[in-house]
DNA sequence: GTGCGAGTAC
């Protein structure tokens, strides 16, 4: 170009339209300016020609410089589908998710029509905000001018049903794409996973390598955050396989994800393997690990990857401190808990619900539900776990009317209450020895609408075997099972300590002596089984 | 132009 200009060779607005997409290709955003300061240098007559305002719109959208695409986007006499597009992408891209779907509405209103580009933003933009009834919308828009057949558009179709939580919408989406790429399948695993539907996630993962589809970094992330939510050991594994086998680069977050799934499986040792092949860690990685100390109690592990951390120049954030107030609050390391709650009140990091959820846990853990009752109050904004919370510190000390006050108290601030809030409510009552308050609050639960599940039935098994009721508790593990509710080893614990108090208070027969040496000697599975056949002969006693 | 990772309550 300074070669044309040097030989007087005129320089045409397609010169520059072409010199600007060059710039917009390689985000070359100096040399971009520079071009955009020759057009001015050329006066009026170029800086005007809507064909070069309108590639000036968009190299600057597209390097995110915000103001500078903005003030020239307004400018524009004409605004064609391509500038609304770039403005668009760029609200999108910087989080104005409002802003983008405004655009899309304006665009219409303006008489352009949104082509299959401005679509996906505008979808991932209803995705983000979980408006789905714009994001309706907007598929109807999309089937009434034809863009369904485009995988851009149905990719994005499929992931925005997935995040404003209609995974049936998604499915259907992706059950009618005639041709699917590997972001189509990943946005369909994705929306499993992020609807709690990991089996599903497993499944479709499953039929992306029947169908021979080639997996890429995120079909595997996907399914290693199912695995893991799944405690699936041999999913997880053949995930981290694949990713290996298919030489996949270990980035940040794939590399997280694998950690991530050691963490929850417990296989810290991998966990940590895997850490230290990391080339680049962020801040999430060094996270995982750390809550893979605390969660696996290697709390000094943990607390020791947190200076290791600091000399990396990394800043502790919410989630580094919410790991470490859940180490504290595990061990009752009060002294640990008040270093991480000064610090998050000196960094600003008490605010985070999360954070502040862990600081009440904390106190309360360590004995001192004062404090944790003082934080809670200052609180303004309590949303559901906090209130379940401070409801598990006061039952957990066997405060029960304490719990209740606070439990019709998140009603009347409109917090519903939670299988949670209810299982610390029955709880509370258990502790105290209100036995018949805790079957009311069962059956008031189930009249509310919300089901009991495997941690209610324990609750009430456990505290019934503990406070002498050995034939209600093993009345409710009969129950439990009659909801279809599989019991776990703890409920079968208390379900076979009951059967135990039950043949020493009644000196009885044989029957039970012999029955629970048997059950002694029993695997876990068969235990229900044969509880569930004392079941019978407890209805003989006296 | 579309898809990905972490922390709190029973």
């Known amino acids: 170009?300074?070669?044309?200009?040097?030989?007087?060779?005129?320089?045409?607005?397609?010169?520059?339209?072409?010199?600007?997409?060059?710039?917009?290709?390689e985000r070359a955003l100096y040399?971009?300016?520079?071009?955009?300061?020759?057009?001015?240098?050329?006066?009026?007559?170029?800086?005007?020609?809507?064909?070069?305002?309108t590639k000036l719109v968009v190299f600057y959208a597209k390097c995110d410089v915000l103001?500078?695409?903005?003030?020239?986007?307004?400018?524009?006499?004409?605004?064609?589908?391509?500038?609304?597009?770039?403005?668009?992408?760029?609200?999108?891209?910087?989080?104005?998710?409002?802003?983008?779907i405004m655009g899309f509405v304006e665009m219409q209103e303006n008489g352009v029509s949104p082509d299959n580009f401005v679509v996906p933003n505008v979808l991932k933009a209803c995705g983000a905000l979980g408006w789905i009834g714009f994001g309706r919308v907007v598929?109807?828009?999309v089937m009434k001018v034809g863009f369904d057949g485009c995988v851009f558009v149905a990719s994005s179709l499929i992931d925005m049903y997935g995040k404003c939580g209609v995974l049936d919408e998604a499915r259907k989406v992706f059950d009618g794409m005639i041709v699917r790429n590997a972001v189509a399948w990943n946005s369909m695993t994705v929306g499993y996973v992020q609807n709690g539907l990991n089996e599903g996630a497993i499944g479709v993962f499953y039929d992306m390598r029947v169908e021979g589809v080639e997996l890429t970094r995120i079909s595997?992330?996907?399914?290693?955050?199912?695995?893991?939510?799944?405690?699936?050991?041999?999913e997880g594994k053949q995930g981290h396989a694949v990713a290996v086998i298919s030489g996949m680069e270990l980035d940040n977050v794939l590399g997280s994800s694998i950690i991530n799934f050691y963490s929850k499986v417990g296989l810290i040792a991998e966990a940590e393997l895997v850490f230290s092949r990391m080339i680049e860690k962020d801040i999430v990685t060094w996270n995982l690990l750390i809550s893979c100390y605390v969660r696996n109690g290697q709390i000094h592990k943990a607390l020791n990857m947190c200076h290791l951390m600091r000399s990396e120049l990394l800043k502790f954030d919410c989630v580094t401190l919410a790991s470490i107030l859940a180490a504290a609050a595990d061990t009752r390391y009060i002294k640990l808990g008040k270093e991480a709650h000064c610090y998050c009140i000196r960094n600003n990091l008490d605010c985070d619900v999360v954070v502040a959820s862990s600081i009440l846990d904390m106190y309360a853990n360590c004995r001192r539900i004062d404090d944790a009752r003082r934080i809670f109050n200052s609180i303004s904004h309590k949303d559901?776990?906090?209130?379940?919370?401070?409801?598990?510190?006061?039952?957990?000390l066997?405060?029960?009317?304490?719990?209740?006050?606070?439990?019709?108290?998140?009603?009347?601030?409109?917090?519903?209450?939670?299988?949670?809030?209810?299982?610390?409510?029955?709880?509370?009552?258990?502790?105290?020895?209100?036995?018949n308050e805790a079957k009311d609050m069962l059956t008031q639960m189930q009249s509310s609408g919300v089901q009991p599940n495997i941690v209610t039935w324990t609750t009430l098994i456990t505290g019934l075997s503990q406070k002498g009721y050995g034939d209600?508790?093993?009345?409710?593990?009969?129950?439990?099972?009659?909801?279809?509710?599989?019991?776990?080893?703890?409920?079968?614990?208390?379900?076979?300590?009951?059967?135990?108090?039950?043949?020493?208070?009644?000196?009885?027969?044989?029957?039970?002596?012999?029955?629970?040496?048997?059950?002694?000697?029993?695997?876990?599975?068969?235990?229900?089984?044969?509880?569930?056949?004392?079941?019978?002969?407890?209805?003989?006693?006296?």
């Open 1 to 25: 170009m300074t070669k044309m200009e040097h030989e007087n060779l005129q320089i045409g607005p397609e010169i520059y339209g072409e010199l600007l997409q060059g710039c917009v290709y």
């Open 31 to 53: 040399t971009g300016q520079q071009i955009h300061a020759r057009i001015l240098k050329h006066g009026d007559f170029f800086s005007r020609n809507d064909y070069i305002a």
């Open 67 to 100: 103001d500078a695409a903005n003030s020239l986007f307004f400018r524009l006499r004409v605004k064609n589908v391509f500038s609304w597009a770039a403005i668009i992408g760029l609200n999108c891209r910087m989080g104005s998710c409002e802003e983008a």
């Open 139 to 141: 598929h109807g828009y």
């Open 220 to 234: 595997v992330t996907s399914l290693l955050s199912a695995s893991a939510n799944l405690d699936a050991l041999e």
């Open 384 to 396: 559901i776990v906090m209130w379940n919370t401070i409801l598990a510190a006061y039952a957990d």
């Open 398 to 435: 066997g405060l029960s009317g304490e719990t209740l006050r606070l439990f019709y108290q998140m009603q009347l601030e409109g917090i519903s209450p939670n299988v949670i809030s209810w299982n610390s409510v029955i709880l509370g009552f258990l502790r105290n020895g209100r036995v």
């Open 472 to 542: 209600e508790a093993i009345l409710f593990f009969q129950k439990m099972q009659e909801a279809g509710i599989k019991p776990g080893a703890p409920s079968i614990t208390s379900a076979l300590s009951a059967c135990t108090d039950l043949v020493s208070k009644h000196h009885q027969n044989f029957i039970y002596e012999n029955a629970i040496y048997e059950i002694a000697f029993t695997e876990p599975e068969s235990l229900p089984g044969i509880i569930n056949h004392l079941l019978k002969d407890v209805d003989l006693l006296p």
